[in-house]
Nanobody
Framework: QVQLVESGGGTVQPGGSLSLSCAAS????????VGWFRQAPGKEREFVTA????????YYADSVKGRFTFSRDNAKNTVYLQMNSLKPEDTAVYYC?????????????????WGQGTQVTVSS
């Protein structure tokens, strides 16, 4: 069982930056692939980024590539999402998710565990 708690959301102007964190419970955090998804009002939830078990591999949606950086610290059971050059279309509730399987998290969008979400608003 893994519990995920996101933090760091807020409101920022276009072009600004925000950093999200996701803290996980459990001793086997390093056994899980972790990802971020987001859901904007009136839209379906979409994949944002994922990171492998040891942090050696990251994968980004085209919409955030070059602007977002995803990292993890397994010693702290925490992942970090640095979001730069934010745009109004990045506005959404951001969810942290974890799954043992890379393919299932990225391709199916149905990971085993979800956080409660944190709001990110990009507005002038």
């Amino acid at each position: 069982q893994v519990q995920l708690v996101e933090s760091g959301g807020g409101t920022v102007q276009p072009g600004g930056s925000l950093s999200l964190s996701c803290a996980a419970s459990g001793r086997t955090f390093s056994s899980y692939v972790v990802g971020w998804f987001r859901q904007a009002p009136g839209k379906e939830r979409e994949f944002v980024t994922a990171i492998s078990w040891n942090g050696g591999t990251t994968y980004y949606a085209d919409s955030v590539k070059g602007r977002f950086t995803f990292s993890r610290d397994n010693a702290k059971n925490t992942v970090y999402l640095q979001m730069n050059s934010l745009k109004p279309e990045d506005t959404a509730v951001y969810y942290c998710a974890a799954d043992p399987a890379w393919v299932r998290l990225i391709r199916t969008g149905t990971p085993d565990y979800w956080g409660q979400g944190t709001q990110v608003t990009v507005s002038s």
